[in-house]
């Protein structure tokens, strides 16, 4: 359950409610990809394996690699390889005709290349309709670094066919628990967002909660009770330093970046109530945001950063409101006595929840301009939705057949995919900014 099936009044209970947060199962090395559910839309795409020259390293082929990115986005049905009548790596080996009777409508083909300690991918994307080339460049990446290059060509792949940014060289960070024996180790992992290339970036006797990724990908901040009280960290990646930024009386709780890196809303009760506050990184002043007798918490930046969304029990129960620098709040969901945990998508249309329907949690979202509500999901205890930069796909917190896994799902809900734990749960997920 997501917090709690009501939201109190009293601080106490906020704590409990976000130590709750926190109790997610055994730890998880790397997170697999189990494709659950697909979109009767997707796009028919042959991946063709590339030609390869040199010694490659062994594992999963660039190929392999790009036609699992695909198939996750949920946007695209790809050709299995044994089904292919030929396997082009260059366009005078392209015969369009075979590719229309197997129903394809685009198909990618290329070379891999070993320069020494590089790799080198040149690689083509045709209209099998049109008998159009649409895609035609190179990319390189150091020797080990072949997941890289193949999420890189996935992107290309993906924005060149439907005019947005690929998502697949970004990044998640989730928390896992581990017990051992009897004691137990809590962890921040970060992961490419197929779970491949997992590392631990934190580890705690104490619970991680609320993972935030700056804007430029550099630096994660989250709340830790390595001390035994929440507090809020900021921990630089390259160089792993963490620079603990809010400590006060009571409870220092979830944090998120303002769009130009260069403040932190955040849940502070120092003052007695929890409100929603905001901090400059480089002076730490704090400016308060709300100031009212209810519990207020989540706060979260719209798109262009004018405005923040928060959940609040102001009107009985949690709900998001919307706000615009100090002015008065606005009440924007209404679909049931419990939403909470606000995340808008990157154009500013839509923004995602956890929403209550009879005894389960979802996942649901309301649109900015129409203020129509849709669920999206169809599992029970559902938490932590996080957007994906391209506003694509959304990523969040649910549990299958007893266990707790982290889900992937269309902006629409139209399919999903899960990433359970080889061994254990997950919980917190944050999908990291686009590379810069």
Not at 47 to 60: C, N, Q, R, Y
Request: charged share 25%.
């Amino acid at each position: 359950m997501t917090w709690s099936s009501t939201f109190t009044n009293t601080l106490r209970a906020t704590l409990t409610l976000v130590l709750l947060l926190s109790t997610s199962l055994p730890l998880r090395a790397e997170l697999l990809i189990r494709i659950t559910e697909g979109a009767a839309s997707a796009l028919p795409i042959a991946i063709v394996p590339f030609a390869e020259s040199g010694a490659i390293p062994p594992g999963d082929t660039l190929a392999e690699i790009v036609q699992s990115d695909l198939t996750m986005s949920s946007e695209f049905r790809t050709l299995p390889a044994e089904k292919m009548l030929s396997l082009p790596s260059q366009r005078s080996e392209v015969h369009f005709r075979d590719w229309r009777l197997l129903g394809q409508r685009y198909v990618l083909v290329g070379q891999l290349t070993r320069q020494g300690d590089r790799l080198e991918a040149r690689y083509e994307l045709f209209d099998v309709n049109r008998e159009e080339r649409i895609l035609g460049e190179s990319a390189g990446a150091p020797l080990g670094n072949l997941r890289t290059l193949a999420h890189y060509v996935s992107d290309r792949v993906y924005e060149a066919i439907t005019g947005e940014p690929g998502a697949f060289s970004t990044q998640l960070a989730y928390i896992t628990r581990e017990n051992v024996g009897d004691k137990v180790r809590y962890r921040l992992q970060v992961s490419d967002i197929d779970g491949k290339r997992s590392r631990v970036r934190l580890e705690s006797a104490e619970p991680i909660l609320s993972p935030a990724w700056s804007p430029d990908g550099s630096r994660l901040a989250y709340v830790s009770f390595e001390t035994g009280k929440p507090a809020i960290y900021v921990h630089e990646l390259a160089s792993g330093k963490r620079t603990k930024i809010a400590d006060f009386r009571g409870l220092n709780s979830a944090p998120a970046w303002s769009p130009d890196g260069k403040s932190l809303l955040m849940t502070l009760s120092k003052d007695g109530n929890a409100d929603i506050y905001r901090m400059d990184l480089a002076s730490r002043d704090l400016t308060k945001l709300t100031d009212h007798w209810a519990i207020e918490t989540e706060a979260t930046y719209s798109a262009g950063g004018d405005e923040i969304f928060f959940t609040s029990d102001r009107s009985g129960g949690p709900q998001i409101y919307r706000q615009k620098g100090k002015g008065e709040p606005r009440r924007i969901t209404f679909g049931s006595r419990y939403n909470a945990r606000a995340r808008p998508d990157y154009k500013g249309e839509f923004v995602y929840y956890v929403h209550q329907r009879s005894n389960g949690f979802h996942i649901a979202r309301t649109n900015l301009k129409s203020g129509e509500e849709t669920v999206l999901t169809r599992t029970e205890s559902d938490e932590s939705p996080s957007v994906s930069p391209n506003g694509r796909m959304l990523i969040y917190a649910t549990r299958q057949g007893g266990a707790s896994v982290l889900t992937v799902i269309s902006a629409d809900g139209g399919a999903a995919y899960s990433l359970p734990a080889t061994e254990g749960d997950v919980r917190e997920p944050a999908w990291g900014p686009l590379p810069r």
